[in-house]
T-cell receptor, first 115, second 111 residues
Framework: KNQVEQSPQSLIILEGKNCTLQ??????????LRWYKQDTGRGPVSLTI?????NTKSNGRYTATLDADTKQSSLHITASQLSDSASYIC??????????????FGGGTRLMVKP | NAGVTQNPKFQVLKTGQSMTLQCAQD?????MYWYRQDPGMGLRLIYY?????TTDKGEVPNGYNVSRLNKREFSLRLESAAPSQTSVYFC????WGYGYTFGSGTRLTVV
């Protein structure tokens, strides 16, 4: 069964600190991996997307890594800001480009940044 | 969440009542999806429509029906709501070469 597991479930850090969120997956055939940010009461918004051949991708203070051999990904947030408080969801796409084989979602990591 | 509009944003139903969740997009994408999000669980696919005129079941379709009214609109219907359907519902769209865009969600409570 395709699964995406994230850790930790929740995390509290002080403003300005760095943090790393983890994602392990058992999805086949792998197509790509995405990280989404979901603010409270809002829909998920894409941060990064990585294909099989990409090891790292950055989007501002967000840097995602992918190890396709161990089926692990991480999202590193640098110099956290209060606005980073949100849920971060790891999403793995499987199958081809057909809309019928799409996404497996992790349960998310809820991050709280405190002043 | 520009491009995907969901209505209503909040709804409370009594067990057995019916309702339709509306989703409309202005990005001219072919594929539309309905997901539900429950605490501690990832989003789960209810139904999807790969293109206008087609719909298919996802992971958790029981208790729901959908209609792809046209390319812009994809509705989700609960014929007889149950407390287990209390959830946040998200509509999403995607097109070839594009990522997924999500609506802002509909928070449904069934009492």
């Amino acid at each position: 069964k395709n699964q995406v597991e994230q850790s930790p479930q929740s995390l509290i850090i002080l403003e300005g600190k760095n943090c790393t969120l983890q994602c392990n997956y058992t999805v086949s055939p792998f197509s790509n991996l995405r990280w989404y940010k979901q603010d409270t009461g809002r829909g998920p918004v894409s941060l990064t997307i990585m294909t099989f051949s990409e090891n790292t991708k950055s989007n501002g203070r967000y840097t995602a890594t992918l190890d396709a051999d161990t089926k692990q990904s991480s999202l590193h947030i640098t110099a956290s800001q209060l606005s980073d408080s949100a849920s971060y969801i790891c999403v793995v796409s499987y199958g081809g480009g057909n809309a019928g084989n799409m996404l497996t979602f992790g349960g998310g990591t809820r991050l709280m940044v405190k002043p | 969440n520009a491009g995907v509009t969901q209505n209503p944003k909040f709804q409370v139903l009594k067990t057995g009542q019916s309702m339709t969740l509306q989703c409309a997009q202005d990005m001219n994408h072919n594929s539309m999806y309905w997901y539900r999000q429950d605490p501690g669980m990832g989003l789960r696919l209810i139904y999807y429509s790969a293109s206008e005129g087609t719909t298919d079941k996802g992971e958790v379709p029981n208790g729901y029906n959908v209609s792809r009214l046209n390319k812009r609109e994809f509705s989700l219907r609960l014929e007889s709501a149950a407390p287990s359907q209390t959830s946040v519902y998200f509509c999403a769209i995607t097109g070839w070469g594009y990522g997924y865009t999500f609506g802002s969600g509909t928070r449904l409570t069934v009492v």
